[in-house]
Structures are given as structure tokens and as C-alpha cells.
T-cell receptor, first 111, second 113 residues
Framework: RKEVEQDPGPFNVPEGATVAFNCTYS??????FFWYRQDCRKEPKLLMS?????NEDGRFTAQLNRASQYISLLIRDSKLSDSATYLC????????????WGLGTSLAVNP | NAGVTQTPKFQVLKTGQSMTLQCAQD?????MSWYRQDPGMGLRLIHY???????DQGEVPNGYNVSRSTTEDFPLRLLSAAPSQTSVYFC????????????FGPGTRLTVT
């Protein structure tokens, strides 16, 4: 099993739709979780951290499910500008706190 | 603040040539790193540094050297370019060692023929 797995998509949704992505991780001792956004041919940028209690930032909601070892990202009222690749990142556990990057989920929001 | 800057943006090399990819940050970040991104492989860590004078290897260090003589600069040197090093290279920095928010440079697209 890969350390961090994402459905590569692409997810094609109309403007205004709600879309959700999941990301599974293999190390149950992982401490920290994040979603990054990467536009085509650009650098990744932090979208949001994922807290145990879940967190929301405008139209974006992130959740953590430790029992099933996955994190999720929900985007409500999709905009054309949300079209991008969403990267799941997990910070390893213990002394080896390296960042483990998923391959990303591609989202295309269509007019 | 300029953030993280990288030069060049694009580069074509012939097999066997050497070159240095430049990276600089003006945020006084201690931690800097180099990644390569290839289709189907995701971001892979090449080398990283936790402060001036300190560097260490990541997942895929072979064929690359780094140095960190100042807090601001973290150049990546390709010793003898190979076609397998064709990739997009990103430099990143963060305030703390392996902190959550990595600030990335715009990337260098390298082709080795």
C-alpha cells in the first residue's frame, strides 16, 4: 500500500457543484495533514491544514478520520478558478517527520 | 518580499553537462529543500537543509549536490546531467524544520537531451 493515496481523477464538475476528495494514508501514527493546491505548470501552495476536529475556510472544509486513516476535502459552490490539482500531504510520525506527498487529484470545473 | 525565487525558469542541457539551479528566499527561513516532480511520481525530495552549513540527503539524491553557505541561498548542482534528470525542480522553504507550510519557488523546467 502506498503511504499516501489519492484518486487521480479527473473530477469534472459544473460550476456551483459540491465535490469531495479523499486521501488515505498508511501510517496510523501520522501526526499532521494538509491539502495543497497546484495549478497547471505552477508551484504547489498550501490550501489548508487538517485538524482533528475538522476545519472550514469559506467554501472549503477539511476532515480527518483517524479510525479509517483518511482525510477529505469538500469544496462547495465550485468556481471555475477552483480547477487545479489538489495534493494531499501527510507529515510522518516520530523522529522521521518527513512530508509525504500524494500524487494529486485533478479537478476541472466547467461553465 | 520576493518569497522564494528560482533561476533559470527553463533549461536544456546535453547529457554530461553540469549546471547549477539557483534558489533564494528572503523570509529568513531555516529549512530549505529541493524537490523534483515527474508525471506519475509526485514530489520527491532530493536534498534538504535545516540551516546554514547543514545539508542532508532526501529520497533521490544521486546525481545532485547542494550547499548552504547562507540562510538565503540553497543552490542545487547537477554534476553530469542524464536524460533521467529531465524534470521540474522546485525549491521550497519553511520557517521550521519540515513545518507544514512549505513556500515553493516557481520551478525550473529542465530537459536533458
Amino acid at each position: 500500500r502506498k503511504e499516501v493515496e489519492q484518486d487521480p481523477g479527473p473530477f469534472n464538475v459544473p460550476e456551483g457543484a459540491t465535490v469531495a476528495f479523499n486521501c488515505t494514508y498508511s501510517n496510523s501514527a501520522s501526526q499532521s495533514f494538509f491539502w495543497y493546491r497546484q495549478d497547471c505548470r505552477k508551484e504547489p501552495k498550501l490550501l489548508m491544514s487538517v485538524y482533528s476536529s475538522g476545519n472550514e475556510d469559506g467554501r472549503f472544509t477539511a476532515q480527518l478520520n483517524r479510525a479509517s486513516q483518511y482525510i477529505s476535502l469538500l469544496i462547495r459552490d465550485s468556481k471555475l478558478s477552483d480547477s487545479a490539482t489538489y495534493l494531499c500531504v501527510v507529515n510522518g510520525a516520530g523522529n522521521n517527520r518527513k512530508l509525504i506527498w500524494g500524487l494529486g487529484t485533478s479537478l476541472a470545473v466547467n461553465p | 518580499n520576493a518569497g522564494v525565487t528560482q533561476t533559470p525558469k527553463f533549461q536544456v542541457l546535453k547529457t554530461g553537462q553540469s549546471m547549477t539551479l539557483q534558489c533564494a528566499q528572503d523570509m529568513n527561513h531555516e529549512y530549505m529543500s529541493w524537490y523534483r516532480q515527474d508525471p506519475g511520481m509526485g514530489l520527491r525530495l532530493i536534498h534538504y537543509s535545516v540551516g546554514a552549513g547543514i545539508t542532508d540527503q532526501g529520497e533521490v539524491p544521486n546525481g545532485y549536490n547542494v550547499s548552504r553557505s547562507t540562510t538565503e541561498d540553497f543552490p542545487l548542482r547537477l554534476l553530469s546531467a542524464a536524460p533521467s534528470q529531465t524534470s521540474v525542480y522546485f525549491c521550497a522553504s519553511s520557517y521550521r524544520v519540515r513545518s507544514s507550510e512549505q513556500y515553493f519557488g516557481p520551478g525550473t523546467r529542465l530537459t536533458v537531451t
